[in-house]
Protein backbone atom coordinates (compact mmCIF):
# COMPACT_ATOMS: atom_id res chain seq x y z
CA UNK A 1 0.00 0.00 0.00
CA UNK A 2 1.19 3.33 -0.59
CA UNK A 3 -0.21 6.72 0.00
CA UNK A 4 -2.60 8.48 -2.71
CA UNK A 5 -0.77 10.80 -4.95
CA UNK A 6 -3.70 12.64 -6.89
CA UNK A 7 -3.96 15.97 -7.67
CA UNK A 8 -6.63 17.80 -5.73
CA UNK A 9 -6.83 21.43 -8.16
CA UNK A 10 -5.80 23.51 -5.62
CA UNK A 11 -5.99 26.90 -7.79
CA UNK A 12 -2.35 27.35 -7.77
CA UNK A 13 0.92 26.32 -9.72
CA UNK A 14 4.47 26.45 -10.37
CA UNK A 15 4.26 29.99 -10.26
CA UNK A 16 2.36 31.23 -7.53
CA UNK A 17 3.92 32.98 -4.41
CA UNK A 18 4.14 32.42 -0.96
CA UNK A 19 2.13 35.41 -0.22
CA UNK A 20 0.25 34.32 -3.06
CA UNK A 21 -1.14 31.19 -1.53
CA UNK A 22 -1.06 33.07 2.20
CA UNK A 23 -3.99 35.40 0.81
CA UNK A 24 -6.51 35.58 2.90
CA UNK A 25 -4.89 33.27 5.65
CA UNK A 26 -4.36 35.07 9.29
CA UNK A 27 -2.02 33.06 10.59
CA UNK A 28 -2.12 35.46 14.27
CA UNK A 29 -1.10 33.63 17.51
CA UNK A 30 0.23 30.53 15.59
CA UNK A 31 4.26 29.99 16.36
CA UNK A 32 6.07 28.58 13.59
CA UNK A 33 9.61 26.99 13.38
CA UNK A 34 11.50 26.84 9.87
CA UNK A 35 14.66 25.50 10.19
CA UNK A 36 16.73 27.18 7.25
CA UNK A 37 14.75 30.31 7.80
CA UNK A 38 17.18 32.90 7.49
CA UNK A 39 18.46 32.13 4.06
CA UNK A 40 17.58 31.39 0.18
CA UNK A 41 13.50 29.35 0.24
CA UNK A 42 13.98 29.82 4.03
CA UNK A 43 13.70 33.31 4.55
CA UNK A 44 10.99 33.90 1.64
CA UNK A 45 9.24 31.31 3.97
CA UNK A 46 9.99 33.12 7.47
CA UNK A 47 8.94 36.55 5.14
CA UNK A 48 5.47 35.61 4.08
CA UNK A 49 4.39 33.57 6.90
CA UNK A 50 5.53 36.98 9.27
CA UNK A 51 3.40 38.81 7.03
CA UNK A 52 0.59 36.67 7.61
CA UNK A 53 1.02 37.26 11.60
CA UNK A 54 2.86 33.88 12.58
CA UNK A 55 5.84 34.26 15.03
CA UNK A 56 8.36 32.26 13.62
CA UNK A 57 11.31 30.77 15.28
CA UNK A 58 14.12 30.03 13.60
CA UNK A 59 16.79 27.80 15.18
CA UNK A 60 20.40 29.04 13.32
CA UNK A 61 23.90 27.81 13.49
CA UNK A 62 25.03 31.43 13.64
CA UNK A 63 22.51 33.33 14.97
CA UNK A 64 23.94 36.53 14.62
CA UNK A 65 24.00 35.91 10.69
CA UNK A 66 20.65 35.11 11.09
CA UNK A 67 19.24 37.97 13.06
CA UNK A 68 20.94 40.35 10.37
CA UNK A 69 19.36 38.24 7.74
CA UNK A 70 16.04 38.68 9.00
CA UNK A 71 16.85 42.04 10.42
CA UNK A 72 13.82 44.23 8.26
CA UNK A 73 11.17 41.55 6.78
CA UNK A 74 8.09 42.91 9.30
CA UNK A 75 9.62 46.52 9.25
CA UNK A 76 12.61 48.75 10.03
CA UNK A 77 15.45 47.37 12.88
CA UNK A 78 18.78 47.33 13.65
CA UNK A 79 21.44 45.50 11.57
CA UNK A 80 21.76 42.95 14.48
CA UNK A 81 18.02 42.56 15.28
CA UNK A 82 15.68 40.19 13.84
CA UNK A 83 13.08 41.55 12.81
CA UNK A 84 9.44 41.92 14.79
CA UNK A 85 7.64 38.66 14.29
CA UNK A 86 10.79 36.49 14.47
CA UNK A 87 12.84 34.63 16.85
CA UNK A 88 16.32 33.49 16.77
CA UNK A 89 17.69 30.78 18.47
CA UNK A 90 21.10 28.41 18.60
CA UNK A 91 21.06 25.04 16.93
CA UNK A 92 23.20 23.08 14.63
CA UNK A 93 21.42 20.24 12.73
CA UNK A 94 24.69 18.10 12.67
CA UNK A 95 25.63 18.10 16.53
CA UNK A 96 22.61 16.09 18.38
CA UNK A 97 23.55 17.82 21.55
CA UNK A 98 22.98 20.92 20.24
CA UNK A 99 19.34 19.82 19.21
CA UNK A 100 19.27 18.66 22.64
CA UNK A 101 19.67 21.56 24.20
CA UNK A 102 17.08 23.69 21.74
CA UNK A 103 14.17 21.21 22.45
CA UNK A 104 14.45 21.48 26.25
CA UNK A 105 15.05 25.28 26.53
CA UNK A 106 12.01 25.70 23.88
CA UNK A 107 9.70 22.77 26.09
CA UNK A 108 10.62 24.81 29.31
CA UNK A 109 9.10 27.26 28.28
CA UNK A 110 5.61 25.73 27.92
CA UNK A 111 4.98 27.28 24.37
CA UNK A 112 3.27 25.02 21.32
CA UNK A 113 4.19 25.20 18.01
CA UNK A 114 1.78 25.21 14.89
CA UNK A 115 3.88 24.85 12.26
CA UNK A 116 7.42 23.47 11.54
CA UNK A 117 9.16 23.28 8.44
CA UNK A 118 12.53 21.69 8.16
CA UNK A 119 14.09 23.80 5.38
CA UNK A 120 17.57 23.51 6.32
CA UNK A 121 20.52 21.52 4.27
CA UNK A 122 23.11 20.56 2.56
CA UNK A 123 23.30 19.72 -1.46
CA UNK A 124 26.58 17.90 -3.06
CA UNK A 125 29.02 18.93 -0.67
CA UNK A 126 31.99 17.19 -0.62
CA UNK A 127 32.52 13.70 1.93
CA UNK A 128 31.90 15.32 5.22
CA UNK A 129 31.53 12.86 8.72
CA UNK A 130 29.25 14.96 11.38
CA UNK A 131 29.06 13.37 14.77
CA UNK A 132 29.67 9.43 14.91
CA UNK A 133 31.35 9.41 11.74
CA UNK A 134 27.45 9.92 9.97
CA UNK A 135 27.42 11.40 6.04
CA UNK A 136 26.52 14.93 5.89
CA UNK A 137 23.63 15.09 4.23
CA UNK A 138 22.23 12.30 6.13
CA UNK A 139 22.85 13.35 9.20
CA UNK A 140 21.97 17.23 8.61
CA UNK A 141 19.39 16.95 6.24
CA UNK A 142 17.33 13.51 7.89
CA UNK A 143 18.45 12.71 10.89
CA UNK A 144 19.13 16.34 12.95
CA UNK A 145 15.41 16.79 11.97
CA UNK A 146 14.38 13.76 12.76
CA UNK A 147 15.95 14.32 16.13
CA UNK A 148 14.25 18.15 16.35
CA UNK A 149 10.70 16.92 16.11
CA UNK A 150 11.10 14.24 18.41
CA UNK A 151 12.21 15.84 21.06
CA UNK A 152 9.57 18.94 20.33
CA UNK A 153 6.76 16.17 20.07
CA UNK A 154 5.49 17.35 23.81
CA UNK A 155 5.21 21.02 22.02
CA UNK A 156 3.27 20.04 18.83
CA UNK A 157 -0.15 21.65 19.19
CA UNK A 158 -3.41 19.50 18.29
CA UNK A 159 -3.83 19.83 14.54
CA UNK A 160 -0.35 20.82 14.02
CA UNK A 161 1.66 20.25 10.54
CA UNK A 162 5.40 18.84 10.03
CA UNK A 163 6.82 19.69 6.15
CA UNK A 164 9.34 18.43 5.09
CA UNK A 165 11.37 19.74 2.14
CA UNK A 166 12.25 17.32 -0.49
CA UNK A 167 13.32 17.70 -3.54
CA UNK A 168 12.96 15.52 -7.30
CA UNK A 169 16.76 14.74 -6.14
CA UNK A 170 15.05 11.81 -4.52
CA UNK A 171 14.58 10.61 -8.45
CA UNK A 172 18.47 9.27 -8.23
CA UNK A 173 18.42 7.20 -5.36
CA UNK A 174 16.08 5.07 -2.66
CA UNK A 175 17.68 4.54 0.73
CA UNK A 176 20.85 2.78 0.74
CA UNK A 177 20.05 -0.02 3.22
CA UNK A 178 23.08 -1.79 2.90
CA UNK A 179 25.81 1.57 3.02
CA UNK A 180 23.62 4.71 4.46
CA UNK A 181 26.80 6.52 5.23
CA UNK A 182 28.54 6.08 2.39
CA UNK A 183 31.12 4.46 4.13
CA UNK A 184 32.51 3.01 0.06
CA UNK A 185 32.14 4.59 -2.89
CA UNK A 186 30.61 8.59 -1.77
CA UNK A 187 28.81 10.23 -4.52
CA UNK A 188 27.89 13.22 -3.75
CA UNK A 189 24.59 13.56 -5.95
CA UNK A 190 24.01 9.81 -4.30
CA UNK A 191 24.33 11.32 -0.68
CA UNK A 192 21.71 14.58 -1.61
CA UNK A 193 19.52 12.17 -3.14
CA UNK A 194 19.13 9.27 -0.37
CA UNK A 195 18.90 12.54 2.15
CA UNK A 196 15.80 13.77 0.05
CA UNK A 197 14.22 10.31 0.10
CA UNK A 198 14.44 9.96 3.99
CA UNK A 199 12.77 13.32 4.05
CA UNK A 200 9.80 12.20 2.10
CA UNK A 201 9.88 8.89 4.17
CA UNK A 202 9.95 10.67 7.30
CA UNK A 203 6.88 12.48 6.37
CA UNK A 204 5.26 9.64 5.63
CA UNK A 205 5.53 7.72 8.86
CA UNK A 206 5.11 10.89 11.09
CA UNK A 207 1.94 11.72 9.65
CA UNK A 208 0.42 7.78 10.12
CA UNK A 209 2.10 7.76 13.76
CA UNK A 210 0.68 11.32 14.25
CA UNK A 211 -2.62 11.38 13.07
CA UNK A 212 -4.80 10.37 15.80
CA UNK A 213 -3.65 13.35 17.72
CA UNK A 214 -4.32 15.52 14.46
CA UNK A 215 -0.96 15.89 13.39
CA UNK A 216 -0.18 15.87 10.13
CA UNK A 217 3.29 16.06 7.96
CA UNK A 218 3.74 16.55 4.08
CA UNK A 219 6.56 16.19 1.93
CA UNK A 220 7.29 19.48 -0.32
CA UNK A 221 9.27 19.25 -4.00
CA UNK A 222 9.81 23.38 -3.87
CA UNK A 223 10.95 23.13 -7.71
CA UNK A 224 14.46 24.26 -9.75
CA UNK A 225 15.35 27.13 -7.61
CA UNK A 226 19.17 28.82 -7.71
CA UNK A 227 19.95 29.75 -4.00
CA UNK A 228 22.64 29.50 -1.25
CA UNK A 229 22.29 25.66 -1.44
CA UNK A 230 24.26 25.26 -4.18
CA UNK A 231 27.27 26.74 -2.88
CA UNK A 232 29.46 23.49 -3.32
CA UNK A 233 28.42 23.58 -6.60
CA UNK A 234 31.06 25.13 -9.17
CA UNK A 235 29.20 27.98 -11.54
CA UNK A 236 30.62 26.10 -14.32
CA UNK A 237 28.61 23.11 -13.45
CA UNK A 238 25.36 24.98 -13.14
CA UNK A 239 26.25 26.05 -16.85
CA UNK A 240 27.27 22.19 -17.65
CA UNK A 241 23.97 20.92 -16.06
CA UNK A 242 21.82 23.45 -17.76
CA UNK A 243 20.69 25.30 -14.74
CA UNK A 244 21.57 28.87 -15.91
CA UNK A 245 22.13 30.10 -19.85
CA UNK A 246 25.68 31.67 -21.02
CA UNK A 247 24.71 34.94 -19.51
CA UNK A 248 23.96 33.48 -15.82
CA UNK A 249 20.41 34.04 -15.74
CA UNK A 250 18.38 30.65 -14.68
CA UNK A 251 16.89 28.62 -16.80
CA UNK A 252 13.90 28.45 -18.24
CA UNK A 253 11.96 26.38 -15.82
CA UNK A 254 13.36 27.56 -12.67
CA UNK A 255 11.48 29.40 -10.21
CA UNK A 256 12.53 32.10 -7.75
CA UNK A 257 12.91 32.13 -4.37
CA UNK A 258 9.21 33.44 -3.50
CA UNK A 259 7.62 31.24 -5.45
CA UNK A 260 10.50 28.52 -4.41
CA UNK A 261 8.90 28.87 -0.89
CA UNK A 262 5.30 28.66 -2.02
CA UNK A 263 4.66 24.87 -1.52
CA UNK A 264 6.13 24.35 1.92
CA UNK A 265 4.01 27.19 2.67
CA UNK A 266 1.02 26.13 1.00
CA UNK A 267 1.23 22.21 2.75
CA UNK A 268 1.87 24.53 6.34
CA UNK A 269 -1.46 26.10 6.31
CA UNK A 270 -4.02 24.73 2.86
CA UNK A 271 -7.20 23.80 4.15
CA UNK A 272 -7.29 21.62 1.32
CA UNK A 273 -5.23 18.92 2.24
CA UNK A 274 -7.06 17.72 5.83
CA UNK A 275 -7.08 14.38 4.99
CA UNK A 276 -4.40 14.13 2.56
CA UNK A 277 -1.95 13.72 5.63
CA UNK A 278 1.65 11.87 4.23
CA UNK A 279 1.47 13.38 0.67
CA UNK A 280 4.16 14.54 -1.49
CA UNK A 281 3.23 17.94 -2.93
CA UNK A 282 4.91 20.06 -5.88
CA UNK A 283 3.52 23.47 -7.39
CA UNK A 284 1.04 23.67 -4.56
CA UNK A 285 -0.58 20.52 -4.61
CA UNK A 286 -0.26 16.88 -4.55
CA UNK A 287 2.42 15.38 -7.24
CA UNK A 288 1.19 12.58 -9.23
CA UNK A 289 3.46 10.05 -9.56
CA UNK A 290 6.59 10.60 -11.67
CA UNK A 291 6.03 9.73 -15.41
CA UNK A 292 9.24 10.44 -16.19
CA UNK A 293 13.01 10.73 -14.84
CA UNK A 294 13.29 14.50 -15.84
CA UNK A 295 13.77 15.94 -12.25
CA UNK A 296 12.73 19.45 -13.69
CA UNK A 297 9.00 18.52 -14.34
CA UNK A 298 9.04 16.01 -11.36
CA UNK A 299 6.39 14.15 -9.29
CA UNK A 300 6.92 11.31 -6.85
CA UNK A 301 8.98 7.85 -7.39
CA UNK A 302 7.30 4.83 -5.90
CA UNK A 303 10.28 4.71 -2.97
CA UNK A 304 9.32 7.57 -1.46
CA UNK A 305 5.46 7.07 -0.54
CA UNK A 306 6.53 3.16 0.59
CA UNK A 307 4.96 2.85 4.26
CA UNK A 308 7.36 -0.17 4.83
CA UNK A 309 10.14 1.64 3.75
CA UNK A 310 9.31 4.68 6.00
CA UNK A 311 8.85 2.01 8.99
CA UNK A 312 11.76 0.88 9.04
CA UNK A 313 13.67 4.58 8.32
CA UNK A 314 12.07 4.99 11.04
CA UNK A 315 13.19 2.43 13.82
CA UNK A 316 16.73 2.92 12.08
CA UNK A 317 16.38 7.08 13.11
CA UNK A 318 15.30 6.51 16.48
CA UNK A 319 18.48 3.84 16.77
CA UNK A 320 20.77 6.08 15.40
CA UNK A 321 20.00 9.48 17.12
CA UNK A 322 18.51 7.46 20.58
CA UNK A 323 15.14 9.45 20.53
CA UNK A 324 12.15 7.09 21.52
CA UNK A 325 10.07 8.23 18.54
CA UNK A 326 6.32 8.77 19.00
Given at each position: MT????????????????????????????????????????????????????????????PARAAE????????????????????????????????IFADRFLETGRTLDLVINGAGVMAC??????????????????????LVNRLRPALAPGARVVAVASSGHFLSGIRWDDIHFRTGYDRWLAYAQSKTANALFALHLDRLGAESGLHAFAVHPGSILTPLQRHIPREE????????PDGEPAEGFKTPEQGAATAVWAATSPLLDGHGGAYCQDCDIAGPAGTD?????????????????????????ELTGTSGF
Open positions: TRQQKLGSGFGAHSTAQDVLTGIDLTGTTALVTGGYSGLGLETTRALVRAGAQVIVPARRALHGIAGETTRRTAAPGTEVQPLDLADLESIRPETRVGPGWEAHFAINHLGHFAWLAQGWVTDMLIGGVKPWVTDPGAASRLWELSC
